[in-house]
Every structure is written in structure tokens, then in C-alpha cells.
């Protein structure tokens, strides 16, 4: 049997993949995951690149657990929705998977919709995947959510590891380890200590690599330091303290990037009391302009 994943990366990709690798598992079938692009072959050498990188997950993300499949980009010039019926119907598909971003009515009736194309005209079953952040649990929104833990302390990366059983983890104990990890993989969030491990220049290479950073720290819980944090560009920054809440920190990194918010603040609305209590009263006055500026463009 084969099976189809139209795939282009981000969280509802993923969720789609999820479900087509454990339908491939469950009936022995081979997965061809393809991403269509549009332009053929005049698409741009930096979307050719991203998509082939998401790709490159995507086949790792099928091979880790043992299923067969064919990744590839589709480059022959038509319509997404045209390419994947096309394409289908060339390679005998059993069943096609989609992820699919919700639309109000008007936008589906004034767009239209690939998934609704593949499902009117593929000759297969069509099953669509949404990713409706309202309706999911913090477990549902991390699973098989692929991160890169980099702690020289042991002991915290195995109690991450515990906390965080849900996803795919890699782990590095120094920095040249989590280099060599984050310029051959693709993550979709990085937890970074700061100290020990020059976890800022871990973040600088992060955000090179597009990868959300969350900032894990105790010796370097400073508002100084949650200051340099946020402009470098960290999705978020939790003291150890709130270790064993990781996985909802992650997930509201995961919720902002998703609905276009990177680095919204969500997080810092969650850990602003301990903050005032670790810190003291007037914590932000030394840098009160910076300060105003985040809350105005935040709310906060």
C-alpha cells in the first residue's frame, strides 16, 4: 500500500504526518510526503532550500520509526491542489493526508481551498488534519514536536527528557555539541541554558537557523539577563524553578509562533509574579523605558 502526506512544513504538517506514520505503521504502507511548488522550477533558491529542509525532517521524522517513504519536492508547475491529485493518480495512492489551516466561510468561498480540490478530485480516501489550538491539551499541541535540550547539568536534561516524553528530543551537553546539532537538524524549539554552555551564542545561531529559543536559567536569573534574553530575540525565558511546568511554557512558545506572534509575551504575562517576587519591587524601574516600550507593543 501507498499512502501521500501534502506537506510544507509547520505544526499542522506535522500533525498530518503524525497521523499518516502511525496509519503507515499500522498498515505495513509506504509514504511519499511531497511538497508542492508552484513555480517549478523558477521558485526562489531560498524557498527551494526551506522546503527541501522541511523535507529532510520530514523523511527523518518517518524513518526514525521505521516506515518506508519517499520525500520530494514537485516542481512541475501546477496548482497545489492539481499537482497532489496529479500526482496520486500517477503512484496508485491508497490515501492522502493534509493539514489544514481553518478558514472563515468567506475567506474558502472567495480563495477557495486545497484540500478542498484534493478532496473533490482525488480517485483515493482524503484525510484532513486541522490544528485548532482552542480544542487541544498541552500533550496533544508537543507531541512528536521535535527539541533540542543543551544543559551541562545531567540531571536537568533527564528531567526534561521525563517531563517532555511526548516529543522527539535531542540533547547536547556543551556548546559544540548543540552547534553541530542545530546546523544539521531541524528543530522546532531549542531549550538553552545560559550559562556553561555560551547560551547566547547558541540563540544567535537559533534564530539563524529559524528555530524558537527558549532561555532555561538559574545562575543567570537577573533582569538583566531577562532583559538581553528578550532582545536577542528568545522566544521566551523560564527560570529552573519553573521546571516542572516546561511543557506549558513550550507549548505557548509553540501557540504564538503559530498564530504569526513570535515572541508575544504570552509567556512573560504567565512568569511576571514570579518575576516581581524573585527580583524584588521596582524590578523594572533601572530600565524603565525599555520596559514601557515592551508593554505597549505587548499589552502588558
Known sequence: ???????NGGAIGRRALSIAREYAKTFNAFVYIITSMEGGTSEK????????????????????????????????????????VKFADDNDIAHIFLGVRTKSRAQKVLLGSISSYVILKASCPVTTVNWDLTRLSTEDILKDQKILIVDDEPDIIETIEELLDMCSLDTAPDFETAKKLLNENKYDIAILDIMGIQGYDLLDLARERDIPALMLTAHALTPENLKESIEKGADAYVPKDELANIANHIADVIKSNFKGKK??????SNLKPFFDKAFGKGWRDKDRNFWNNFDDKYGR
Open 1 to 7: 500500500m501507498k499512502i501521500m502526506v501534502g506537506y
Open 45 to 84: 533558491r531560498s524557498d527551494i532550500e526551506k522546503a527541501q529542509d522541511n523535507l529532510d525532517f520530514a523523511a527523518s521524522f518517518m524513518q526514525d520509526a521505521g516506515v518506508e517513504c519517499d520525500a520530494r519536492q514537485s516542481v512541475r508547475g501546477l496548482s497545489p491542489g492539481e499537482d497532489l
Open 263 to 268: 515572541g508575544n509575551g504570552a509567556w512573560f
